[in-house]
């Protein structure tokens, strides 16, 4: 169902399984066709560790991720849905939790709008402790504001983590 009027929205994008960079690319283009969905703004690509249950694991292979900032029309669940699909076509498989994966999306954020139903919690719940998170975002928005937890150039300061630039813009 579409709503009426179009929500600003920060998708987080991540890969850590076969071809990473071409499967972000391909996702970004995924996104952009979907009806009700405009991709205003991409941030470079970032690599980071992977991150598991227990912590950081580095014998796993690294994450790529990307912030995407889009506008849409689409009401969060719908939304949701198409993002689901788009992982499903790249081969996403959802047998281990923050297992390690051709793709990721996750809503991080729409406009002040805030969310929680069983399957979907916006802001997204882990996003303000996350560096792979709020150091795209905060390229490609450099004024954002997390909901309920405050400026993401602060929310990254407090992390205290970093992250790689990985190379060109996806």
């Known amino acids: 169902m579409k709503q009426s009027v179009e929500f600003p929205a920060i998708l987080s994008l991540g890969s ?5 960079e071409a499967t972000i690319a ?6 952009s066709a979907l009806a009700g969905v405009r991709v205003l703004r991409t941030s470079r690509l970032v690599e980071t560790p992977a991150l598991k249950p227990e912590g ?12 995407v900032a889009i506008r849409t029309t689409l009401v969060p669940a ?34 002040s709008l805030v ?35 405050g400026r993401v150039d602060q929310l990254l300061a407090d992390t205290g983590d970093s992250v790689s630039v990985y190379g060109a813009s996806a």
Request: glycine fraction near 6%; charged fraction near 25%.
């Open 16 to 20: 850590n399984l076969g071809d990473r």
């Open 26 to 31: 391909a996702a970004i283009r995924d996104i």
């Open 115 to 149: 969310v929680s139903t069983p399957d979907l919690v916006i802001p997204h719940p882990r996003a303000y402790a996350r560096a792979f998170v709020l150091a795209p975002w905060l390229e490609i928005e450099p004024d954002a504001i997390l909901p309920g937890h």
């Open 56 to 67: 950081v694991d580095h014998d796993a292979p690294a994450y790529l991720n990307v912030a």
């Open 78 to 111: 719908d939304l949701l849905a198409a993002l689901n699909r788009i992982e499903a076509d790249h081969g996403r498989v959802r047998d281990e939790r923050w297992g390690d994966r051709t793709l990721d999306i996750d809503i991080v954020a729409m406009g």
